[in-house]
């Protein structure tokens, strides 16, 4: 969750399904072709994986525990317990099986005061696999600091990787490693769809800017995520690194449908941290997937301002219309090894 905060200060900073009427800021009149291509440089990771974990449906929120604790990134927020959570309509599965976790947008509250929100990991750790994530839509807006991850138990020595996250407008999402020294960022011979935001992943409290990497494409946060009914994110972890996907609602290959993914089949990876830089057995074990809106804090409170928002970020808190979008709208979440 700690970004790379220092590159987007200086930038300038999109769900519309189901609801969302806002207009779009600016129209962009191309879109990258299409990733579902075959990857010259994809290097030999063909294998068949086997489905075994499916985070889908009325038992989706069964396979996470809720984190009751201060927000660690310093948000302005209250994460709620599960009782809490699905009694404030926080958290709940919708009749057509879609699980939604949201922000509170009813209630006013006095500036400084924390909003109610929704932080979960899941109960199983993980050292490896292939991640497919199918998001309807998911958070934005101003102060809001939506994210999709894991981590390790102690952080960062047992690592960090961010594979959707951003903070109020921003136009396109950010991939994101955090690691003990002795991890840097390498994509080898792979062609990676996304610009080299830095290189050096060790992190600490006093420095978290990690190693990453930050997209072209509109469709991959926020709003411009939603206006195209979302999409999956994949992330396939294993000894020769890390590789990330992002696959538009219309790009969705036919294998994830089928439940047989293939990556060698998907293209150039959006993110890439090559094994060859990075031991992947000493810098990352035991993660939780994360799933977490936090408001403001280290990353939101840092940017408000530059990002175009009106007010303060501790103002934008207190107004329950700034968080009608602030909802994440998961299909599944599946677990290949």
């Not at 068949?48 to 889908?56: A, E, H, S, V």
């Given at each position: 969750m ?5 590159f987007?200060l ?6 519309a399904?189901?609801g ?9 009149s191309?879109?990258?072709p299409?990733?579902i291509l075959q ?5 030999n990771?063909?294998k ?9 449906g009325?038992?989706?929120l069964n396979?996470?525990?809720f ?8 948000g ?9 959570a ?10 057509d ?12 509250l006095p ?5 109610d929100s929704?932080?979960?990991?899941t109960?199983k ?5 292939l991640?497919i994530?199918?998001f ?9 600091w939506?994210?999709?991850?894991s981590?390790?138990p102690?952080?960062?020595q047992?690592?960090e ?5 951003g903070?109020?407008n ?13 991890c840097?960022?390498?994509t ?5 769809a996304s ?6 992943c ?7 800017t ?6 072209t494409d509109?469709?991959?946060y926020?709003?411009?995520f ?6 999956v994110?994949?992330h ?7 590789k990330?996907?992002h ?5 969705i290959?036919n294998d ?5 993914p293939?990556?060698?089949?998907w293209?150039?990876?959006v ?9 992947m ?5 035991d ?13 939101g ?6 990002d175009?928002c009106?007010g ?7 107004d329950?219309n700034?968080?009608k979008f602030?909802?994440w709208?998961l ?5 290949y090894?």
């Open positions: 700690f970004l790379l905060i220092t987007l200086s930038c300038t900073c999109l769900c399904v189901a969302d009427a806002q207009t779009p800021p600016f129209h962009r191309w879109t990258r299409s990733r990857n010259r440089n994809a290097g990771f063909s068949t994986f086997t489905l075994t974990d499916m985070y889908t009325t038992g989706f396979g996470w525990d984190f009751t604790g201060a927000d660690p990134t310093q302005s927020v209250r994460y709620l317990s599960k009782a809490e699905t009694a404030k309509g926080l958290a709940f599965v919708q009749k099986g879609t699980t939604v976790l949201a922000v509170d947008d009813k209630n006013f500036i400084g005061a924390p909003r929704v932080r979960i990991s109960k750790q993980y050292n490896g696999g991640f994530a199918d309807f839509a998911m958070p934005h807006g101003c102060s809001v939506p994210a999709y991850w981590l390790g102690v952080w960062p047992d690592g990787i961010d594979i959707l996250e903070v109020h921003q136009p396109t999402n950010q991939y994101t490693v955090h690691t003990s020294a002795g840097t960022l390498s080898g011979n792979v062609q990676v610009k080299v935001l830095g290189k050096q060790a992190s600490s409290a006093n420095s978290n990690g190693c990453g990497f930050l997209d509109t469709r991959t926020g709003r411009g939603n206006l195209v009914a979302g999409g994110y994949a396939l972890w294993n000894g020769d690194g890390i990330v996907w696959f538009a609602r219309n790009e290959p994830i449908k089928n439940k047989a293939n990556p060698s089949s293209g150039p990876p993110a890439f941290w090559s094994s060859s830089s990075c031991d057995a000493s810098h990352f074990r993660h939780k997937l994360v799933l977490d809106t936090t408001l403001c804090g280290q990353f409170g840092a940017t408000f301002s530059k175009g009106p303060s970020c501790a103002q934008a808190v207190t329950p700034n968080y602030a909802k709208k299909n599944y979440i599946a677990v090894q």
